[in-house]
């Protein structure tokens, strides 16, 4: 099991009783999935919570960098943004960060910041 795997199920673990996680691989990274809709990625060795409009302004708080990444000279950034390292830590905020990104992922309108 690779790094990026372990940490996606640790992340889950912690979610459990938030709701049920499922870790998939996807991209070089894991795609964590709730209902079969993402709502987070787990990428070399960092945490990304889907981030749109109506929850940027939490992530620019705390000045989350979104996921970028590299693909023939240019640098594209995805509506992810990572979470803060705290919030690993603490199971009620990580719930918190997911329950905004979960919203995000369930929202019609997919911004990205």
Known sequence: ???DLQFAQLIA???SEWAPIRPRRMFGGVGLFRE????ALVYDGALYFKCNAQNAAAFDAVQAPAFCY????RTIALSYRQAPEAAI???D???GWADHAWR???????DTN
């Open 93 to 95: 905020d990580l719930r």
């Open 104 to 110: 995000a992922a369930l929202s019609k309108s997919h």
């Open 13 to 15: 673990d912690q979610l």
């Open 1 to 3: 099991m690779n790094a």
């Open 89 to 91: 830590d603490d199971a």
């Open 36 to 39: 079969g809709r993402m709502f």
């Open 70 to 73: 590299h693909r023939q000279g």
